[in-house]
């Protein structure tokens, strides 16, 4: 039995292919343009994110062919897309997570802001979906907007898997919206009015493990069921196994997030951490405590695209390599202005500690030293909110492949760093979800016995030296915040 993942990221798409032992047999992935239409904004056209989907599973059905037992969705989380329920055509480019358009209309709100945070887990930030929805109705003024439909991207995968049938999304994908009370589970009629969001717009909402309807969208997945949906990182601690209390993962792709699972209790941070669902493997919900770092993997491939310093992320790694140190030299990636555990909207990158000897070298090693510097600031504020120490961090997504970041990130943390044997871990939480539901597993602690470890970086920096070097980071921090 074979189940089919749809990961729609924030750079790429992916279709894989998972056997009944959660082994990947088939995967096809296509990056798609990114837009940036003013400072601090970003875009995406749903047309063309809609055809990468298309693309990368008839690639890899083609290639594997054979029955599959059912779908599973995962998404890049928040990024918004309207449409016209009758012509099917989204009435604005999404709007993307990482996208700061939506500041002011976060500041002209901020009286509302603990209301908010009680109700949704999370603070008044452009990050979530609901002002990005009322920018684009201001924006596009429709004329008729009982036409419109709105949701996160697997609501606008759904709706085109299946052909205009389902307008729905899930748990944990609707608790990134600030229009959804992670409590009662069910869209707030009063956060809804404070946003302008009229919620006979938003999508019905599931559980993760839960029939979405069939595919009638892309021929050779006709007819079959499409059985799991999550945000992506909730299906990457899903795919992780991490099921109850105290389990965590950080996921190094884009931005990176780590989240840590605090059972059916939903915790509050006293430390810029937001509350949000998790999936579980019986179908209903549970909570995780999350920091979400903006700019990740972005910092290498800004390197790579803007610079140009390097021509491929990978290249990153010996760059890193061939220095002793990082010189002095800091980059602090707010590019997007900074997330956990700060959300300073303002905030704009900055480097510090320039000198006539700094080359493109010092500034590789510096980007990728910001990775594990940020995931070091969050792991502290989880510690501290939870009062727990974690003994070792699990890691996925695409930029784990970088060894020098792992250690690096190890030696940060003074705690070791295990990394999968399957770094997918995303997708791999997608079709379990489909998986579960579809009987090729049957329950949670089947999917925990078959997860391969892969490698572990142990830390070996001294306490010292960790501390100076993150002393160092303090410092560019403090140059970076908005007064
Ligand atoms: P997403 O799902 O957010 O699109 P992925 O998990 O596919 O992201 O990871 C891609 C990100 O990881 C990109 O930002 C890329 O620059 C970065 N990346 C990939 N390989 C490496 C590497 N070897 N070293 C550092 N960064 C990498």
Redesign the pocket.
């Known amino acids: 039995m074979r189940v089919l993942a749809i ?1 729609q ?4 798409t ?1 279709a894989i292919l998972v056997d009944g032992r959660g082994r990947v047999i088939g995967e096809a992935q296509r990056a798609f343009k990114q837009h940036y239409p003013k400072p601090g904004w970003v875009e995406h056209d749903p047309l063309e994110i809609w055809r990468t989907v298309v693309d990368t599973v008839k690639a890899v059905c083609a290639k594997h062919p054979g029955p599959v037992a059912a779908v599973g969705i995962t998404n ?1 989380r928040e990024t918004t897309v309207v449409w016209d329920r009758r012509t099917g055509k989204p009435v604005y480019n999404a709007i993307v997570w990482q996208c700061r358009r939506t500041t002011d209309a976060c500041r002209a709100l901020q009286a509302h802001a603990p209301l908010f945070r009680r109700r949704t887990g999370l603070p008044l930030d452009a990050y979530f979906s609901g002002t990005k929805i009322r920018w684009i109705l201001d924006h596009v003024q429709p004329k008729n907007p009982a036409r419109l439909a709105c949701g996160t991207i697997d609501s606008w995968l759904i709706w085109n898997l299946t052909g205009g049938q389902t307008h729905a999304t899930d748990y944990t994908n609707a608790s990134r919206t600030l229009l959804f009370n992670i409590h009662k589970r069910r869209w707030d009629p009063n956060l809804c009015n404070l946003l302008g969001v009229p919620p006979s717009l938003l999508p019905h909402v599931k559980s993760s493990i839960d029939d979405y309807g069939l595919v009638t969208g892309i021929p050779a997945l006709k007819g079959v069921p499409i059985f799991g949906v999550a945000g ?1 990182q909730q299906a990457a601690l899903f795919g992780q196994t991490c099921f109850s209390r105290g389990q965590s993962k950080s ?5 990176a997030f780590l989240l840590m699972h605090t059972g059916k209790k939903a915790v509050t941070s006293k430390r810029g951490l937001i509350t949000t669902l998790t999936a579980q493997p019986d179908g209903s919900c549970g909570y995780a405590l999350e920091g979400s770092v903006f700019i ?6 800004w390197l ?1 695209d803007e610079l140009k310093i390097i021509s491929r ?2 290249d ?2 010996a760059a890193a390599r061939a220095l002793s140190d990082n010189g002095g030299v800091y980059l602090v990636p707010a590019f997007v202005g900074l997330g956990a555990p700060h959300w300073d909207m303002d905030a704009r990158g900055t480097i510090v500690g320039l000198t006539r000897g700094t080359n493109r070298k010092h500034l590789i090693r510096a980007a ?1 030293e910001s990775i594990a510097f940020q995931v070091a600031d969050v792991l502290d504020a989880m510690q501290a909110d939870t009062r727990t120490k974690l003994p070792r961090l699990a890691v996925d ?3 784990v ?2 060894d020098f ?1 792992m250690q690096f990130q190890a030696d940060m943390l003074g705690v070791p760093v295990q990394r999968p044997a399957n770094v997918e871990s ?1 997708a791999l939480g997608a079709a379990y979800l489909a998986g579960l539901k579809a009987g090729v597993w049957q329950n949670g602690n089947a999917l925990a016995a078959q997860k391969r470890a892969g490698r572990t970086f142990k830390p070996t920096m001294k306490p010292a030296e960790r501390q100076r070097l993150r002393a160092g980071w303090q410092h560019a921090i403090r140059q970076t915040r908005t007064p």
């Open positions: 990961d990221g924030t750079t790429s992916r890049q992506d996921t190094y792709g884009t931005g990740a993997g972005a910092a290498i491939q790579r992320s990978a990153s790694e990728l997504g695409g930029a492949q970088n970041l995303t």
